[in-house]
Every structure is written in structure tokens, then in C-alpha cells.
């Protein structure tokens, strides 16, 4: 079974305009960790934003931030203002357990940001 | 701090073929990890290492080896290469805290003919 789905494997947003990448997982473990990923064209891989799974509040990184719903084991990437910049590949991923030392991704998503 | 580098960045490598690709952190990181990224697709773990002397399989190991004798250094060995191990090789570490973080080398292309 799959740990980590993202459903969309593709998106596109208007410049300026905010866009939710959805981002779902699997796991009985009650401590883990969610991240997401940024892959530009260029190819790197760029860390954007932490959830701890005993997090109260939702993280936020600047423009990023992470609609944690735990009860629907949902960990959702939300980018404010779209730049033409964000166009990227992203990629949802988690760690199970305290300081679990495995880590899995999902398939990504390709954000495209229309000017 | 250099971070996480890798090398070589590109290779072509003949079916039967064998090379090591390099991986080292400066930032001294007890986990290190090596995932392939086939073309479309997310990252999938090959081998992980907690600390030197100490390595484990990922969810796909076959086809490759690797070694930890150091902190610094986590090589990834190729024996007799095939086509399906043409990907992208991406090289990673992380502290040993409850956040537990991944940084990411830039990665090293290979293609298998």
C-alpha cells in the first residue's frame, strides 16, 4: 500500500494566486514527521516546510505553509502569492517514528504558475 | 560548509560496467542515504547508513553496495550495470534529532547503454 499519495500529478495557478497541493499518508506509528520538497527543472532537491505529528499548529515557512489534519492523515502544502519561480516539481514525504532513520516520498506533484 | 556534494554529475556507463558514485557531508550528520529517482517519478530509498560502520537496505537495494567508513563519506558501488539502473542518483543527510531533516546533494545522472 502506498505510505504517501498525492492525487494531482499536475497543477497549474495563476500568478499572485494560492494553490493547495494535497498530500495524504499511511501509518500507525503516533510519532512521525511530514515534509515537502521542492524540485526545480535545475534538478535539486530544496526542503521547504516540517510537521511534527505532536505539532498543535500548522507549520509555516514565509509564503508555505502545511494544512495538518491529522485525524484525516492529511498534510497538505498550501504556497500563497504564486511566483513564476514555484513552477517545480513537489514532493510530499514522511518519516515514521522518533527519529526514525526511513523516510518515503510520494510521487510529487508539477505545479505550473501562469503568468 | 559545501553541504552535501556528489560525483561525478554525469556518467554513461557500458551494460557489465561497474563505478562507485561519491557522496560527502561536511555538516556532520550521523544518517546518510542514497534514493534513485527514475524519470516522472518520486525518490525510492536504496541503502541508509545511521552512523559509520552501520548500513541498511532500503526499499530498493539490488544491483548496488555500499560502504561507511567514515562520518564524511557514504559511496554507492555499481556491479555489472543494467539499463533499469539508469536514474538519477540522489545522495542525503540528516542529524540524529526528532525532526530529522534531509538535505540533499545535487545528484548524479547516469545513463546505461
Known amino acids: 500500500a502506498q505510505k504517501i499519495t498525492q492525487t494531482q500529478p499536475g497543477m497549474f495557478v495563476q500568478e499572485k494566486e494560492a494553490v493547495t497541493l494535497d498530500c495524504t499518508y499511511d501509518t500507525s506509528d503516533q510519532s512521525y514527521g511530514l515534509f515537502w520538497y521542492k524540485q526545480p527543472s535545475s534538478g535539486e532537491m530544496i526542503f521547504l516546510i516540517y510537521q511534527g505529528s505532536y505539532d498543535e499548529q500548522n507549520a509555516t515557512e514565509g509564503r508555505y505553509s502545511l494544512n495538518f489534519q491529522k485525524a484525516r492523515k492529511s498534510a497538505n502544502l498550501v504556497i500563497s502569492a504564486s511566483q513564476l519561480g514555484d513552477s517545480a516539481m513537489y514532493f510530499c514525504?514522511?518519516?515514521?517514528?522518533?527519529?526514525?532513520?526511513?523516510?518515503?516520498f510520494g510521487p510529487g506533484t508539477r505545479l505550473s504558475v501562469l503568468p | 560548509n559545501a553541504g552535501v556534494t556528489q560525483t561525478p554529475k554525469f556518467r554513461i556507463l557500458k551494460i557489465g560496467q561497474s563505478m562507485t558514485l561519491q557522496c560527502t557531508q561536511d555538516?556532520?550528520?550521523?544518517?546518510m542515504y542514497w534514493y534513485r529517482q527514475d524519470p516522472g517519478m518520486g525518490l525510492k530509498l536504496i541503502y541508509y547508513s545511521v552512523g559509520a560502520g552501520i548500513t541498511d537496505k532500503g526499499e530498493v537495494p539490488n544491483g548496488y553496495n555500499v560502504s561507511r567508513s567514515t562520518t564524511e563519506d557514504f559511496p554507492l558501488r555499481l556491479e555489472l550495470a543494467a539499463p533499469s539502473q539508469t536514474s538519477v542518483y540522489f545522495c542525503a543527510s540528516r542529524l540524529r534529532d526528532q525532526r530529522g531533516t534531509q538535505y540533499f546533494g545535487p545528484g548524479t545522472r547516469l545513463l546505461v547503454l
Open positions: 555538516m556532520n550528520h550521523n544518517y
Open positions: 514525504a514522511m518519516r515514521e517514528g522518533n527519529y526514525g532513520q526511513n523516510f518515503v
